[in-house]
């Protein structure tokens, strides 16, 4: 049996649960810069280019979780071009700037860092070329290096962009990074059960994962949520979806964790599963 997820796997939307649909759609369409791309009643599914990056479903009755719960850490969103991704870190500039945390150089991306209004987090970001990121011994070199985003925005931002010529520009989800409750509990599940690969680790704080050579698609941390537990409902994380290059693929994942003893749910054209603090994970062909 193959015990590894497909190279070419890689991340799909991300579901956000909302008390303000009105007010979260607004953030990230006239914030962030992302088109709606659909709106049925009390679901708004947001994206570049026709694909679907956020999906935003309105739950007013639910609340926000209690702090250190499992949970989103950050959905990364990960633009083509610095070009984009200096329109974008330029639209939050002058419409949301209170919601800017952060910014980092990791080595193999440039990462702005942000909070939506509902306390979800969002990382902007562009890759380096894969070959310039180093690996050594299978981890990849990632570090945490000062960044400046006015720098950034002199060096990158044209009229063209700042003036939303990148609004079509391609985007997608990059990686997507959660909260948990331990680092050993979250391999066992991505890594020995889910077949990513880990490409990074910070000892017991957090673990990095890819398909494929890529420096991460998902990383799970503890910075905020040692000794969570399972999540009850609550505002934030909906669903993270998990998107495999072909049926072969998805028949030999639905295999691995069912030998795993993790309960899946099959349509036949979607896998349904929950991580070890009930995140909801779907798979599907894309």
């Known amino acids: 049996m193959n015990e590894k997820l497909a190279a070419d796997t890689a991340m799909g939307a991300v579901t956000l649960l909302v008390g303000d649909l009105d007010g979260m759609t607004r953030y990230y369409r006239d914030v962030v810069t992302l088109e709606v791309l659909a709106a049925d009643g009390d679901t708004v599914t947001l ?3 026709g694909r679907p990056i956020v999906v935003l479903r ?3 009755a639910l609340r926000h979780a209690t702090r250190g719960s499992a949970g989103l850490f950050h959905t990364a969103i990960l633009f083509e071009s610095q070009t984009a991704l200096a329109a974008a870190l330029y639209s939050v500039a002058r419409h949301a700037p209170g919601t800017f945390t952060g910014s980092a150089d990791h080595l193999v991306s440039q990462a702005f860092y942000f909070t939506d209004p509902e306390g979800n987090g969002i990382e902007l970001y562009w890759d380096r070329a894969r070959s310039d990121w180093s690996w050594t011994h299978g981890q990849i070199e990632m570090d945490t290096l000062f960044l400046d985003p006015n720098g ?3 060096e990158h931002l044209t009229e063209d962009a700042a003036n939303g010529s990148t609004a079509g520009d391609a985007a997608s989800v990059g990686h997507v990074h959660l909260s948990v409750g331990d680092v050993a509990t979250a391999r066992a599940f991505y890594v020995g059960a889910l077949g990513f690969d880990e490409t990074a680790g910070l000892g017991d704080q ?5 398909a494929g050579g890529y420096h991460h698609h998902m990383a799970m941390n503890v910075w905020n949520s040692r000794g969570a537990g399972p999540r009850m409902p609550a505002l934030g994380l909906g ?4 998107a495999l290059p072909d049926a072969d693929a998805l028949g030999a994942l639905g295999e691995r964790l069912r ?3 993790i309960a899946v749910r099959d349509d036949g054209r979607t896998l ?3 991580d070890p603090w009930a995140n909801l994970l779907n798979a599907t062909v894309s």
Do not use: K, N, Q, Y
């Open 47 to 49: 994206g570049r280019s």
């Open 58 to 60: 309105h739950e007013p």
């Open 152 to 154: 950034f925005l002199d």
């Open 206 to 210: 957090a673990v990095f994962v890819s």
């Open 239 to 242: 669903r993270v979806d998990l």
């Open 259 to 261: 030998d795993h003893g």
């Open 272 to 274: 349904a599963f929950d």
